[in-house]
Protein backbone atom coordinates (compact mmCIF):
# COMPACT_ATOMS: atom_id res chain seq x y z
CA UNK A 1 0.00 0.00 0.00
CA UNK A 2 1.59 3.44 -0.85
CA UNK A 3 0.28 6.60 1.30
CA UNK A 4 0.16 9.99 -0.02
CA UNK A 5 -0.66 12.89 1.46
CA UNK A 6 -3.68 15.35 -0.14
CA UNK A 7 -2.47 17.94 -1.67
CA UNK A 8 -3.94 21.33 -0.83
CA UNK A 9 -7.51 21.86 -2.65
CA UNK A 10 -7.49 18.34 -3.50
CA UNK A 11 -10.81 17.74 -4.72
CA UNK A 12 -11.51 14.01 -5.75
CA UNK A 13 -14.94 13.39 -4.29
CA UNK A 14 -15.76 10.29 -5.99
CA UNK A 15 -16.41 8.08 -2.90
CA UNK A 16 -20.58 8.49 -2.41
CA UNK A 17 -20.30 8.39 0.96
CA UNK A 18 -17.32 11.07 1.63
CA UNK A 19 -19.32 13.27 -0.56
CA UNK A 20 -22.00 13.44 1.46
CA UNK A 21 -19.16 14.27 4.49
CA UNK A 22 -17.51 16.61 2.67
CA UNK A 23 -20.95 18.53 2.32
CA UNK A 24 -20.98 19.23 5.67
CA UNK A 25 -17.34 20.13 6.40
CA UNK A 26 -14.85 19.74 3.87
CA UNK A 27 -12.41 21.01 5.25
CA UNK A 28 -12.11 19.16 8.22
CA UNK A 29 -12.19 15.91 6.50
CA UNK A 30 -9.77 16.79 4.23
CA UNK A 31 -7.24 17.41 6.88
CA UNK A 32 -8.15 13.93 8.71
CA UNK A 33 -7.79 11.84 5.42
CA UNK A 34 -4.95 10.05 3.70
CA UNK A 35 -4.79 9.29 -0.05
CA UNK A 36 -3.92 5.50 -0.43
CA UNK A 37 -3.05 3.45 -3.50
CA UNK A 38 -4.89 -0.26 -2.83
CA UNK A 39 -2.80 -3.42 -4.90
CA UNK A 40 -4.58 -6.14 -6.28
CA UNK A 41 -5.19 -8.93 -3.28
CA UNK A 42 -4.17 -6.75 -0.63
CA UNK A 43 -5.96 -7.88 2.73
CA UNK A 44 -7.15 -4.94 4.39
CA UNK A 45 -8.06 -6.08 8.65
CA UNK A 46 -12.06 -5.91 8.92
CA UNK A 47 -12.94 -7.32 12.44
CA UNK A 48 -9.92 -5.99 14.17
CA UNK A 49 -9.37 -3.13 11.47
CA UNK A 50 -7.50 0.08 12.71
CA UNK A 51 -8.58 2.40 9.50
CA UNK A 52 -11.91 3.37 7.61
CA UNK A 53 -11.15 2.82 3.46
CA UNK A 54 -13.20 5.33 1.51
CA UNK A 55 -12.42 3.62 -2.09
CA UNK A 56 -12.75 5.70 -5.11
CA UNK A 57 -11.65 3.45 -8.02
CA UNK A 58 -10.36 0.54 -5.59
CA UNK A 59 -12.55 -2.24 -5.39
CA UNK A 60 -12.50 -4.31 -2.16
CA UNK A 61 -14.46 -8.00 -1.67
CA UNK A 62 -15.44 -8.91 1.85
CA UNK A 63 -14.86 -12.77 1.89
CA UNK A 64 -16.52 -15.48 3.64
CA UNK A 65 -13.53 -18.35 4.49
CA UNK A 66 -14.57 -22.13 5.15
CA UNK A 67 -12.61 -24.07 7.42
CA UNK A 68 -11.39 -26.19 4.56
CA UNK A 69 -9.93 -22.93 2.45
CA UNK A 70 -12.77 -22.64 0.69
CA UNK A 71 -14.53 -18.80 0.34
CA UNK A 72 -16.73 -16.96 -1.59
CA UNK A 73 -18.06 -13.09 -1.59
CA UNK A 74 -20.01 -12.09 0.97
CA UNK A 75 -20.43 -7.81 -0.18
CA UNK A 76 -18.35 -5.92 -2.56
CA UNK A 77 -17.21 -2.40 -1.80
CA UNK A 78 -16.51 0.25 -3.84
CA UNK A 79 -17.13 4.06 -4.23
CA UNK A 80 -20.38 3.36 -3.25
CA UNK A 81 -19.25 2.02 0.52
CA UNK A 82 -16.46 1.90 3.68
CA UNK A 83 -14.65 -0.57 4.67
CA UNK A 84 -13.86 -1.33 8.55
CA UNK A 85 -17.29 -1.09 9.87
CA UNK A 86 -15.83 -4.10 12.41
CA UNK A 87 -14.03 -1.72 14.41
CA UNK A 88 -17.25 -0.52 15.83
CA UNK A 89 -17.51 -3.96 17.56
CA UNK A 90 -15.78 -6.43 19.88
CA UNK A 91 -13.20 -8.41 18.35
CA UNK A 92 -14.65 -11.64 17.14
CA UNK A 93 -13.17 -14.74 15.76
CA UNK A 94 -15.35 -14.53 12.30
CA UNK A 95 -13.35 -15.50 9.84
CA UNK A 96 -13.67 -12.50 7.35
CA UNK A 97 -11.35 -11.10 4.86
CA UNK A 98 -11.67 -8.03 3.26
CA UNK A 99 -9.40 -8.20 0.31
CA UNK A 100 -8.44 -5.80 -2.38
CA UNK A 101 -10.24 -7.79 -5.73
CA UNK A 102 -9.23 -4.10 -8.18
CA UNK A 103 -6.47 -2.50 -7.29
CA UNK A 104 -7.38 1.36 -7.14
CA UNK A 105 -7.56 4.44 -4.84
CA UNK A 106 -8.79 5.11 -1.73
CA UNK A 107 -9.00 7.60 1.13
CA UNK A 108 -7.95 6.09 4.60
CA UNK A 109 -9.04 7.53 8.08
CA UNK A 110 -7.66 6.34 11.22
CA UNK A 111 -9.97 4.40 13.42
CA UNK A 112 -9.22 6.05 16.71
CA UNK A 113 -10.47 9.61 14.75
CA UNK A 114 -13.54 7.70 13.10
CA UNK A 115 -14.70 6.75 16.25
CA UNK A 116 -14.45 10.10 18.11
CA UNK A 117 -16.49 11.40 15.38
CA UNK A 118 -19.18 8.97 16.05
CA UNK A 119 -19.31 9.60 19.40
CA UNK A 120 -19.99 12.84 18.79
CA UNK A 121 -23.40 12.00 17.28
CA UNK A 122 -22.41 14.47 13.96
CA UNK A 123 -22.99 13.29 9.87
CA UNK A 124 -20.64 10.67 10.39
CA UNK A 125 -22.35 8.87 12.53
CA UNK A 126 -25.20 9.32 10.67
CA UNK A 127 -24.15 7.87 7.13
CA UNK A 128 -21.84 4.94 9.13
CA UNK A 129 -25.44 4.06 10.67
CA UNK A 130 -27.20 3.74 7.06
CA UNK A 131 -24.37 2.11 5.25
CA UNK A 132 -24.31 -0.39 7.77
CA UNK A 133 -27.59 -1.47 6.91
CA UNK A 134 -27.22 -1.43 3.24
CA UNK A 135 -24.35 -3.99 4.00
CA UNK A 136 -26.03 -6.14 6.03
CA UNK A 137 -28.96 -6.39 3.32
CA UNK A 138 -26.17 -7.56 0.54
CA UNK A 139 -24.92 -10.43 3.80
CA UNK A 140 -28.47 -11.04 3.75
CA UNK A 141 -28.93 -11.24 0.05
CA UNK A 142 -26.20 -13.14 -0.82
CA UNK A 143 -27.39 -16.43 1.50
CA UNK A 144 -31.00 -15.69 -0.16
CA UNK A 145 -28.98 -15.72 -3.67
CA UNK A 146 -26.82 -18.67 -3.20
CA UNK A 147 -29.41 -20.84 -1.80
CA UNK A 148 -32.09 -20.19 -5.02
CA UNK A 149 -30.83 -18.90 -7.89
CA UNK A 150 -29.11 -20.38 -10.69
CA UNK A 151 -25.09 -19.92 -11.65
CA UNK A 152 -26.00 -18.13 -14.42
CA UNK A 153 -27.77 -15.06 -12.42
CA UNK A 154 -25.27 -15.11 -9.88
CA UNK A 155 -23.03 -14.28 -12.48
CA UNK A 156 -25.17 -12.14 -14.40
CA UNK A 157 -25.71 -10.17 -10.89
CA UNK A 158 -22.09 -10.17 -10.02
CA UNK A 159 -21.07 -8.46 -13.51
CA UNK A 160 -23.34 -5.98 -12.75
CA UNK A 161 -22.01 -4.95 -9.35
CA UNK A 162 -18.67 -4.99 -11.09
CA UNK A 163 -20.08 -2.55 -13.69
CA UNK A 164 -21.52 -0.49 -11.26
CA UNK A 165 -18.59 0.33 -9.01
CA UNK A 166 -15.93 0.33 -12.46
CA UNK A 167 -15.26 3.26 -15.05
CA UNK A 168 -15.17 1.34 -18.41
CA UNK A 169 -17.50 -1.83 -19.48
CA UNK A 170 -14.42 -4.29 -19.08
CA UNK A 171 -13.93 -6.02 -15.79
CA UNK A 172 -10.70 -7.61 -15.26
CA UNK A 173 -12.00 -11.23 -13.78
CA UNK A 174 -10.73 -14.62 -14.84
CA UNK A 175 -13.08 -17.45 -14.48
CA UNK A 176 -11.67 -18.77 -11.80
CA UNK A 177 -11.93 -15.38 -9.64
CA UNK A 178 -15.47 -15.48 -10.80
CA UNK A 179 -16.15 -18.71 -9.30
CA UNK A 180 -13.94 -18.04 -6.15
CA UNK A 181 -16.25 -14.60 -5.64
CA UNK A 182 -19.62 -16.67 -6.33
CA UNK A 183 -18.25 -19.82 -4.38
CA UNK A 184 -18.95 -22.64 -7.29
CA UNK A 185 -16.74 -24.51 -9.18
CA UNK A 186 -15.11 -22.87 -11.82
CA UNK A 187 -16.47 -25.34 -14.93
CA UNK A 188 -19.68 -24.15 -14.13
CA UNK A 189 -18.73 -20.27 -14.34
CA UNK A 190 -17.19 -20.98 -18.10
CA UNK A 191 -20.28 -22.64 -18.98
CA UNK A 192 -22.16 -19.78 -17.76
CA UNK A 193 -20.02 -17.19 -19.63
CA UNK A 194 -19.65 -19.48 -22.55
CA UNK A 195 -23.42 -18.65 -22.61
CA UNK A 196 -23.75 -15.27 -22.36
CA UNK A 197 -20.79 -15.18 -24.66
CA UNK A 198 -22.88 -17.05 -27.46
CA UNK A 199 -25.51 -14.51 -26.67
CA UNK A 200 -23.23 -11.75 -27.78
CA UNK A 201 -23.93 -10.36 -24.39
CA UNK A 202 -20.12 -10.37 -23.60
CA UNK A 203 -16.59 -10.81 -24.90
CA UNK A 204 -14.23 -12.43 -23.02
CA UNK A 205 -10.19 -12.11 -23.39
CA UNK A 206 -8.12 -14.24 -20.59
CA UNK A 207 -8.82 -12.37 -17.42
CA UNK A 208 -11.18 -9.50 -18.82
CA UNK A 209 -15.20 -9.80 -19.69
CA UNK A 210 -16.53 -6.71 -21.86
CA UNK A 211 -19.42 -6.26 -21.09
CA UNK A 212 -21.42 -5.55 -24.79
CA UNK A 213 -25.01 -5.36 -23.84
CA UNK A 214 -25.70 -4.50 -20.25
CA UNK A 215 -30.04 -4.47 -20.73
CA UNK A 216 -29.94 -8.15 -21.56
CA UNK A 217 -27.81 -8.59 -18.94
CA UNK A 218 -29.62 -6.72 -16.58
CA UNK A 219 -32.29 -9.08 -17.93
CA UNK A 220 -31.02 -12.44 -16.84
CA UNK A 221 -29.55 -11.40 -13.61
CA UNK A 222 -31.50 -12.48 -10.35
CA UNK A 223 -33.89 -9.92 -8.71
CA UNK A 224 -31.04 -9.53 -6.06
CA UNK A 225 -29.44 -7.02 -8.18
CA UNK A 226 -32.56 -4.86 -8.30
CA UNK A 227 -33.34 -5.12 -4.60
CA UNK A 228 -29.85 -4.21 -3.65
CA UNK A 229 -30.29 -0.84 -5.96
CA UNK A 230 -33.56 0.02 -3.96
CA UNK A 231 -32.27 -0.52 -0.55
CA UNK A 232 -29.19 1.52 -1.00
CA UNK A 233 -31.53 4.41 -2.47
CA UNK A 234 -33.45 4.30 0.10
CA UNK A 235 -31.19 4.26 2.76
CA UNK A 236 -28.44 6.62 1.32
CA UNK A 237 -30.37 9.10 -1.00
CA UNK A 238 -27.98 11.88 -0.89
CA UNK A 239 -24.78 9.72 -1.58
CA UNK A 240 -26.17 8.68 -5.07
CA UNK A 241 -24.46 9.24 -8.00
CA UNK A 242 -24.99 8.61 -11.39
CA UNK A 243 -23.56 4.64 -11.83
CA UNK A 244 -22.90 5.90 -15.57
CA UNK A 245 -20.84 8.81 -15.37
CA UNK A 246 -17.47 8.61 -16.94
CA UNK A 247 -14.46 9.57 -13.95
CA UNK A 248 -13.85 13.07 -15.49
CA UNK A 249 -17.57 14.13 -14.98
CA UNK A 250 -17.88 13.13 -11.36
CA UNK A 251 -19.38 16.31 -9.29
CA UNK A 252 -18.31 17.30 -6.03
CA UNK A 253 -20.54 17.81 -2.63
CA UNK A 254 -20.71 21.71 -3.54
CA UNK A 255 -22.65 21.50 -6.07
CA UNK A 256 -24.41 17.30 -6.72
CA UNK A 257 -25.03 16.77 -2.88
CA UNK A 258 -26.02 20.05 -1.04
CA UNK A 259 -29.27 18.32 0.34
CA UNK A 260 -26.93 16.20 2.33
CA UNK A 261 -26.50 19.43 4.19
CA UNK A 262 -29.89 21.06 4.59
CA UNK A 263 -31.68 17.68 4.85
CA UNK A 264 -29.34 16.22 7.66
CA UNK A 265 -30.87 13.77 9.92
CA UNK A 266 -29.46 14.79 13.14
CA UNK A 267 -29.05 11.99 15.96
CA UNK A 268 -30.74 12.74 19.13
CA UNK A 269 -28.39 10.73 21.16
CA UNK A 270 -24.84 9.51 20.22
CA UNK A 271 -24.98 7.04 22.32
CA UNK A 272 -28.01 4.82 21.27
CA UNK A 273 -27.17 5.71 17.46
CA UNK A 274 -23.59 4.12 18.23
CA UNK A 275 -25.48 0.77 19.82
CA UNK A 276 -27.96 0.82 16.38
CA UNK A 277 -24.56 0.60 14.63
CA UNK A 278 -22.89 -2.34 16.46
CA UNK A 279 -26.22 -4.14 16.40
CA UNK A 280 -26.58 -4.11 12.89
CA UNK A 281 -22.92 -5.19 12.32
CA UNK A 282 -23.87 -7.60 14.45
CA UNK A 283 -26.78 -8.59 12.42
CA UNK A 284 -24.16 -9.36 9.24
CA UNK A 285 -22.32 -12.03 11.56
CA UNK A 286 -25.87 -13.48 11.91
CA UNK A 287 -26.41 -13.44 8.43
CA UNK A 288 -22.90 -14.62 7.62
CA UNK A 289 -23.46 -17.51 9.75
CA UNK A 290 -26.86 -18.68 7.61
CA UNK A 291 -24.77 -17.93 4.24
CA UNK A 292 -22.47 -20.93 5.74
CA UNK A 293 -25.28 -23.16 6.98
CA UNK A 294 -26.85 -22.92 3.24
CA UNK A 295 -23.41 -24.17 1.88
CA UNK A 296 -23.53 -27.07 4.20
CA UNK A 297 -26.99 -28.15 2.79
Keep these: ?50 YLYFPTTAVVSILYTTQEGGSAEIAVIGHNGVVGLGMFTCRNAQPIQAKVQSAGHAYRLR ?8 LRGGELLDILSRYAQTLHGQLAQAAVCNRHHSIDQQLCRRLLVGLDLSYSNELVMSHQAAARLIGVRRESVTLAAHRLLDAGIIRYRRGHIVVLDRARLEQRA ?11 DQLLPNCAVAATAAPGSFVCASSLL ?19 LRGVVREGDVAKREWDAAELT
Design 258 to 276: RPAVTRRRHVSNATAAAQD
Design 1 to 50: MTVHRLPTGVDRCRNRLLNALFGADRAHWLSQLKSVELRRDEVLAESDAQ
Design 222 to 232: CECYQALQRQY
Design 111 to 118: GSVAKEEA
